[in-house]
């Protein structure tokens, strides 16, 4: 079955550093792949929409990569500020998405 | 725009009854789509409408969920009777043409808690 992979534990960083999270799948081509931000008590808050003939994306401090023969993405944030903390979810598909568990980030001043 | 609306926003009740989740989607949307957040499970799609015909509701669990969209401003997902394990976050997201893509806008979500 489709699997998606992100770390689970908590990634904290000092504030101005990159912040680079990962989201792996298996057993899934998808032809889109999107990063959502969720912070606590509110909905997942659309990022950025990769698709699989696109190698990279970005928008201002953020940056997206696909590589689909690793069958992987990596999300960063560059420059990074406590306001980025938050849960960050990956999501594969077109309509019918499928929600990795999501890796919550901690940008400490 | 006010963005996807989703009432009520809290919702406690006892095993056994129905519970009715309201959704709103964004003005010209034609997607829209029911999904259930746990600590366990993550986000979960339950089903999706496209120009209010439902498309895929493989998500669903159980016999117990039932979902409507009788036009294009509104949406139910109805738990009947409900049970314990029901207890999640319902999220409405809606997407559709003029998005620039497949990206989702999603609703601030309904807590749901059955005792």
């Known amino acids: 079955s489709q699997k998606i992979e992100q770390n689970s534990e908590a990634l904290n960083i000092q504030e101005g550093k990159t912040a680079t999270l990962t989201c792996n799948y298996t057993?899934?081509?998808?032809?889109?792949l999107q990063w959502y931000r969720q912070d606590p008590g509110r909905g997942p808050v659309f990022l950025l929409l990769?698709?699989?003939?696109?190698k990279e994306k970005r928008k201002e401090r953020l940056k997206v990569t696909f590589d689909t023969t690793l069958k992987q993405s990596l999300f960063h944030i560059t420059a990074s500020q406590p306001a980025d903390s938050a849960t960050y979810l990956c999501?594969?598909?077109?309509?019918?998405?499928?929600f990795g568990a999501g890796t919550r980030l901690a940008v400490h001043p | 725009d006010a963005g996807v609306i989703q009432s009520p926003r809290h919702e406690v009740t006892e095993m056994g009854q129905e519970v009715t989740l309201r959704c709103k989607p964004i003005?010209?949307?034609?997607?829209l789509f029911w999904y259930r957040q746990t600590m366990m499970r993550g986000l979960e799609l339950l089903i999706y409408f496209n120009n209010n015909v439902p498309i895929d509701d493989s998500g669903m669990p159980e016999d117990r969920f039932s979902a409507k969209m009788p036009n294009a401003s509104f949406s139910t997902l109805k738990i009947q009777p409900s049970e314990p394990r029901d207890s999640a976050v319902y999220f409405c997201?809606?997407?559709?043409?003029?998005?620039?893509?497949?990206?989702?806008?999603f609703g601030p979500g309904t807590r749901l808690t059955v005792t």
């Open positions: 003005s010209g949307h034609n997607s």
């Open positions: 999501a594969l598909g077109d309509n019918k998405l499928i």
């Open positions: 057993n899934y081509s998808p032809a889109y």
């Open positions: 990769i698709r699989e003939n696109e």
């Open positions: 997201a809606s997407t559709g043409t003029g998005t620039g893509g497949y990206e989702q806008y």
